[in-house]
């Protein structure tokens, strides 16, 4: 698959939502919260308790909806103010608590309405890495469709980052960049090489760490191995200090610099 390929497959409507990563993993375990105690619940970001078998976890998650009538309640996994603000309030719970957070993104970006800018969207999305870069409790974030922009870094300044095989994590989406670069949208599939943006590459460049095999909605063991392998991470976190935690959070992001 070409890098354009795999940004057509992270967007297919037929992928599996975070939604249903929560459903198969999380069953009636999960118990949804709402709200962010200032303006409204935004239903684009999913968020709430559940538990990870005997280990209790928040759980948030950016979701698009799978057709039309899901997609526009969600607005397209468009995250307002209010949906970053609620993120981090239920973070902050979780730090307090300390309870681990697992985050999924699945956004082409933060909702760039004059409504959401007139609520502070740049600062929700600020306040959102500063919290999380010092966020007193592990936090692993996993981008199971698109990552775009600041809408998905705003739930994945993580102790490990990692990404569905078919998922794709970058500052811009290829029509915005190659609209920027050559003014021709067309050009979307030059600038996704360009971009580097595939799972692959990113891994290849070390700003995430782990690649994971698309899951098949039918098959129950492939989420159970999942559960494990994010159970095992959180249990080696949990064992650190909370100064050994945040600060290799804080060298997690340095040694991303320096190599790219």
């Given at each position: 698959m070409s890098a354009y390929d795999k940004v057509m497959a992270a967007r297919d409507a037929n992928k599996i939502t975070t939604v249903d990563y929560i459903n198969h993993m999380f069953g009636d375990s999960f118990f949804e919260l709402h709200g962010d105690r200032r303006y409204s619940d935004d239903k684009a970001v999913v968020a709430g308790l559940a538990m990870l078998h005997d280990m209790p976890v928040t759980v948030i998650g950016i979701e698009k909806g799978r057709n039309t009538k899901e997609r526009m309640e969600r607005n397209f996994g468009q995250a307002h103010p209010e949906g970053y603000r609620k993120a981090l309030r239920l973070?902050?719970?979780?730090?307090?608590?300390?309870?681990?957070?697992?985050?999924?993104?699945d956004t082409s970006g933060a909702y760039p309405g004059i409504g959401a800018e007139e609520r502070g969207q740049g600062q929700a999305i600020a306040e959102n890495l500063m919290e999380m870069m010092t966020l007193k409790t592990p936090v692993l974030t996993i981008v199971?469709?698109?990552?775009?922009?600041?809408?998905?870094?705003?739930?994945a300044v993580a102790?490990?980052?990692?990404?569905?095989?078919?998922?794709?994590?970058?500052?811009?989406?290829?029509?915005?960049?190659?609209?920027?670069?050559?003014?021709?949208?067309?050009?979307?599939?030059?600038?996704?090489?360009?971009?580097?943006?595939?799972?692959?590459?990113?891994?290849?460049?070390?700003?995430?760490?782990?690649?994971?095999?698309?899951?098949?909605?039918?098959?129950?063991?492939?989420?159970?191995?999942?559960?494990?392998?994010?159970?095992?991470?959180?249990?080696?976190?949990?064992?650190?200090?909370?100064?050994?935690?945040?600060?290799?959070?804080?060298?997690?992001?340095?040694?991303i610099g320096t190599n790219l």
């Amino acid at each position: 698959m070409s890098a354009y390929d795999k940004v057509m497959a992270a967007r297919d409507a037929n992928k599996i939502t975070t939604v249903d990563y929560i459903n198969h993993m999380f069953g009636d375990s999960f118990f949804e919260l709402h709200g962010d105690r200032r303006y409204s619940d935004d239903k684009a970001v999913v968020a709430g308790l559940a538990m990870l078998h005997d280990m209790p976890v928040t759980v948030i998650g950016i979701e698009k909806g799978r057709n039309t009538k899901e997609r526009m309640e969600r607005n397209f996994g468009q995250a307002h103010p209010e949906g970053y603000r609620k993120a981090l309030r239920l973070m902050k719970q979780a730090e307090k608590f300390h309870r681990p957070v697992l985050c999924f993104v699945d956004t082409s970006g933060a909702y760039p309405g004059i409504g959401a800018e007139e609520r502070g969207q740049g600062q929700a999305i600020a306040e959102n890495l500063m919290e999380m870069m010092t966020l007193k409790t592990p936090v692993l974030t996993i981008v199971v469709g698109e990552g775009g922009s600041g809408g998905a870094l705003a739930l994945a300044v993580a102790d490990e980052v990692w990404m569905m095989e078919n998922s794709v994590y970058s500052a811009i989406s290829p029509e915005g960049c190659a609209s920027i670069l050559w003014k021709d949208s067309s050009k979307a599939p030059q600038a996704a090489e360009a971009l580097k943006l595939t799972a692959q590459d990113l891994f290849d460049l070390h700003v995430i760490e782990r690649i994971i095999r698309e899951p098949r909605a039918e098959d129950a063991a492939m989420f159970e191995s999942l559960k494990l392998l994010i159970q095992r991470t959180f249990e080696k976190n949990l064992a650190l200090t909370d100064e050994e935690l945040t600060n290799a959070r804080y060298e997690r992001f340095r040694r991303i610099g320096t190599n790219l």
